[in-house]
């Protein structure tokens, strides 16, 4: 084989391997040396590198200059690793051991693998400016480019031994930010002596150097601005003025030190805006002067950047004691007025800011990049740290877990930001390592993120897998951002005054009581019952129940609020979502607050079926479920439980108390109206009904050993068949069989009698679910008629006795469960009966007038207040319905509109068909509503059914901010009652008595 067919097979090789440019690396191979293009453990070490032909060129210029290398590099294979993977990712530092090829050597044997103590590093950057170590104030013997060059040299010599250790995992992600930022604080040594020489009167002032940002927090990255703030004091017997200005010198000279130019670069900036006034302000204050600042006019996101402070070089005596003054007050800081919303306003900022066309390559300032999640937790931590000082970490990752520990943050949210925090910095540290510049921008090119994705040790399809990894890092980053930052639950925590939020028992009696509970020293034993012990369950009540003790302190009932909060959290017990849901959801912890404050009835539902806060995270739980999925559901339910009628029937009261808590919750703080909350408590009604009927009529079909000899249905009358049920309503129907064909007469009536006793049963039986008691007092002949009639005995009846009240009556009924095709028949039945034929005549009229009558004067309770009385009462329910169903049954014949089984419908058709003036409609459903609406608040409330508005003050008081009166609106509450009444009585003495 010639040279040149050697050549181009060499460079096809190479080119499978990963080099981009082939021919070039089968050259640089070749001028080598024999040894080294033979040598697979350095193909292979090149191969493995991030960028091959980056490794393979700075390997060759160093070769050139020190050709023992290569040697070196056989006989010890860590240092190949080591040299080859720097090379291979940075072309800065394979550029700094070519100018200064002795440096290759510090990563050969064990001492490449160990970490340096902090106080050596300190020494050799002091040592490499002429200053002594030992010296407390050490000062390099002159000043200049040289010495300036020197330490430049002698930082980078020191990051490449740094550099190889992370490249080949010898080195953690934490060990290595927090070896760069101890590292940057013997460079700021470094540069101080440098200082000294040039600014001799500098011995006048005491002078510390305070690390801010990553450098402050142990966390900083390979290229950075290094944040510092100066404190001085001028020496005893010095002048402050004079030691301040001689301080502001050094401080310019040490900052010079290590940004100006040389032959060997410049260190990194040392930005000193994070001052107080910032740029504008002084460079360096005296401690007095710092403190002042921040007492009076610091800034909220001036005690964001103090998280971090630490001192790092300079007088680290007086650092100390600066960082310990400024500690209380940034712990403290969250207290502060609109303090949440200011560091949110501050994210937002910063966001705003990005340049044009890198927002989608940005991991630093970007969406879902590093400072969203350190926004995030630093937030968190201000607003807990204030009274838990388990927090009070400087750096991102430490303070993370402290949160996830105190069950601030979920264990998960945290192992997902934890890592999307250590992935997204890796990447920064990449891509400044290439070439030791200060960005944050992903490459556009190719190659560049080729490198970045190797370099992570993706190697099938570094471009696409890194792509991948990092917009999914991103995303779940962005999200627990939202999730976290924006969580409502933190302006809560944050506007705590400070004893309350720790929660002592100090003054706390006192406190409790102010805030309205009646009995604070029974609130104070459930509060030490829920937040005493070391377990995360009482860390994440101790966040809690600051906030939800102001939110029971809004309810009507703050005591049964905290009551009924300690019950269903023992009943939880350590259930995990449940306090996370708390925490993480503020809507639903605020939902729970106002329904166990304000809701006895709604207490109940949930004692019993605790697991069922999970819907009062969700807006969209909180709708009414469809009837065609409730129906499915309890069918289901029942299919399960076939052969035992009494368990099948337990389970869908059971479903049926679920969906009680869900209308309940939708209508006291979900927003539902009372028309929404009757339609969804009737349509669950008619399920309900047709799922214990189904188990009935199974088990009356097995005890009689064969199929029903007759068809069934149940025909919803009144408020179920207006769908204007409320929580303490009756189910009022009627029972309607027909026999098969074949069937004889009695025996279709004894199965139906047997079906109808038997629902009645399942639905009654004490449990613990409410019951649905089925009520038939309205079939024909009342109490005194038969239980079930067939379809020809209501015929014969309806021919024969029908009466007024009964055409009355059935203008309600419709179809609720059982036999479709019965209930249709049934319906076609009836309609002559409710919509007569021309209307009804005047005897009819005069009926119907007299009873009501009737009815105002025996049927209201002893003692009870006509004027409060929701449904007797003047201007209540019955005056409202009455008028609207006299209409119907004069005019529903001519008007389809009327033929609706619903008031506020009747009464919108009759005002469209001009039988009702407008004014008069609106009037009589005010009236409606609101009355309707207290008889639901009545229920939730006390937990009991009632019709008056009690004459209990307190009672009276819970009612009337369950319909969201001020917690002084009850006489309002009574007043907007009587009023609406009165103007509803009025028209009902003109539309239905004829009255003028």
């Not at 290759?104 to 902090?118: C, D, F, H, Y």
């Not at 006048?204 to 510092?228: F, H, P, Q």
């Not at 192992?415 to 400044?432: G, N, T």
């Not at 529903?892 to 008031?903: E, F, I, K, S």
Request: glycine share 8%; charged share 25%.
């Amino acid at each position: 084989m010639n040279a040149e067919s050697r050549i181009q097979t060499t460079a096809g090789r190479l080119a499978r391997l990963g080099f981009a440019d082939a021919a070039r690396a089968g050259r640089l191979l070749d001028g080598l040396g024999p040894e080294a293009a033979g040598d697979m453990g350095l193909l292979t070490a090149l191969v493995g590198a991030a960028d091959p032909d980056l490794a393979l060129t700075s390997l060759s210029r160093l070769a050139e200059r020190d050709p023992g290398v290569l040697g070196a590099m056989r006989a010890d294979p860590g240092l190949r690793a080591r040299l080859v993977g720097v090379l291979g990712l940075s072309a800065a530092l394979g550029e700094h051991v070519v100018r200064h090829p002795g440096h290759w050597k510090a990563l050969e044997g064990e001492q490449a693998l160990q970490r340096p103590p902090e106080r050596d590093v300190r020494a050799a950057l002091l040592e490499s400016v002429g200053a002594d170590p030992a010296d407390p104030e050490p000062r390099a013997p002159r000043g200049g480019t040289e010495v300036m060059s020197a330490l430049r040299v002698a930082y980078r010599g020191r990051l490449l031994h740094l550099a190889a250790r992370d490249v080949t995992g010898a080195a953690s992600f934490s060990q290595v930010t927090a070896e760069l930022s101890g590292l940057a604080g013997a460079a700021l040594e470094a540069a101080l002596a440098i200082a000294r020489a040039e600014v001799p009167e500098g011995a006048d002032a005491r002078l510390a150097v305070i690390g801010m940002g990553k450098c402050g927090a142990r966390e900083l990255n390979y290229i950075s601005d290094v944040d510092v703030v100066f404190v001085a004091e001028p020496r005893e017997g010095v002048d402050e003025t004079k030691g301040l200005q001689a301080a502001t010198r050094l401080a310019q000279a040490m900052m010079r030190a290590c940004s100006a130019s040389t032959p060997e670069g410049a260190l990194w900036e040392v930005d000193a805006a994070l001052r107080p006034e910032g740029k504008a302000g002084p460079l360096v204050r005296t401690m007095a002067s710092h403190l002042a600042y921040y007492r009076r006019w610091a800034k909220t996101w001036e005690f964001q950047a103090l998280l971090k402070a630490r001192p790092v070089a300079g007088d680290l005596e007086l650092g100390g004691e600066y960082v310990a003054a400024v500690d209380e007050m940034v712990w403290q800081s969250s207290a502060r007025d609109h303090f949440v919303e200011d560091v949110q306003a501050m994210r937002r900022r910063v966001e705003a800011h990005i340049r044009a066309g890198e927002a989608d390559r940005q991991i630093k300032l970007g969406p879902g990049g590093l400072r969203d999640i350190e926004f995030a937790v630093q937030l968190l931590q201000l607003v807990h740290g204030r009274t838990d000082a388990l927090l009070r970490r400087r750096a991102t990752l430490p303070a993370l877990a402290a949160l996830s520990r105190g069950g601030y943050v979920g264990r998960d949210d945290a192992k997902a930001l934890a890592e999307a925090y250590i992935f997204l910095r890796k990447v920064e540290h990449l891509m400044q390592l290439h070439n030791l510049r200060r960005t944050h921008v992903l490459p556009e090119d190719e190659a560049g993120l080729r490198r970045i994705g190797r370099a992570l040790g993706m190697t099938v399809d570094p471009v696409g897998e890194f792509t991948t990894r990092w917009k999914r890092h991103a995303m779940e980053a962005r999200r627990l951002h939202e999730k976290l930052f924006y969580r409502p639950l933190l302006q809560a925590v944050a506007r705590l005054p400070g004893d309350e939020a720790r929660l002592t028992a100090a003054a706390a009696t006192a406190r409790l009581s102010a805030l309205g509970y009646a009995d604070p020293d029974g609130a104070l034993r459930h509060i030490a019952a829920l937040t005493s012990g070391v377990t995360r369950r009482a860390a994440i009540q101790r966040t809690l129940l600051p906030v939800m003790l102001g939110w029971f302190a809004d309810a009507p009932d703050p005591d049964a609020g905290l009551l009924g909060f300690r019950q269903v959290s023992d009943k939880l017990g350590t259930t995990p979502w449940y306090l996370r849901l708390l925490r993480d959801e503020t809507a639903a912890a605020e939902r729970m607050a106002r329904l166990l404050g304000t809701s006895r009835y709604a207490t109940g539902l949930l004692l019993h079926a605790p697991d069922a806060v999970a819907m009062l995270g969700s807006e969209a739980e909180l709708a009414a479920r469809p009837k065609e999925a409730l129906a499915g559901e309890l069918a289901a339910s029942v299919r399960r439980h076939a052969e035992d009628a009494e368990a099948a029937v337990d389970a869908v009261r059971a479903l049926r108390r679920r969906e009680l808590l869900r209308i309940a919750v939708a209508g006291l703080v979900g927003g539902a109206g009372v028309d929404e909350v009757g339609r969804a408590l009737s349509e669950l009604n008619d399920v309900t009904i047709q799922a214990a009927l189904d188990a009935a009529t199974h088990k009356v079909a097995v005890e009689r050993r064969g199929p029903l000899p007759t068809r069934f249905t149940v025909i919803a009358m009144g408020r179920l068949g207006g769908y204007e049920c409320s929580y303490g309503s009756d189910a009022d129907v009627m029972f309607v069989h027909a026999p098969v064909e074949g069937a004889g007469e009695k025996d279709a009536t004894d199965a139906a009698h047997a079906v109808a006793n038997e629902l009645r049963r399942l639905l009654a039986r004490p449990a613990p679910d409410p019951p649905l008691h089925i009520d038939p007092d309205l079939r024909p002949e009342g109490r005194q008629g038969p239980l079930v009639r067939s379809l020809s005995s209501y015929a014969a009846y309806y021919r024969r006795w029908s009466s007024p009240w009964e055409s009355q009556a059935l203008l309600r009924a419709r179809y609720s469960a059982g036999d479709a095709a019965l209930g249709a028949e049934f319906m076609a039945l009836i309609e002559p009966l409710r919509h007569p034929p021309g209307g009804i005549g005047e005897d009819a009229v005069r009926e119907i007038r007299r009873l009501k009558a009737r009815m105002e004067a025996e049927r209201l309770p002893r003692g009870a207040d006509p004027l409060l009385h929701t449904k007797l009462g003047r201007g209540g329910l019955a005056d409202v319905e009455w008028p609207a169903q006299l209409i119907q049954l004069r005019h529903a014949y001519a008007v389809p509109g009327l033929r609706t089984t619903r008031t506020l419908a009747a009464l919108r058709a009759a005002a469209e068909a001009g039988l009702l003036a407008e004014p008069d409609e609106e009037v009589l459903a005010e009236a409606w509503r609101f009355a309707s609406r207290v008889r639901d608040a009545i229920m939730l409330v006390r937990g009991r059914a009632g019709d008056s508005i009690p004459a209990d003050v307190r009672e009276r008081a819970m009612i009337a901010r369950a319909l969201g009166y001020p917690p002084d609106g009850s006489e309002d509450f009574v007043e907007d009652y009587r009023r609406a009444t009165r103007r509803a009585r009025a028209v009902t003495e003109r539309v239905f008595y004829g009255a003028d």
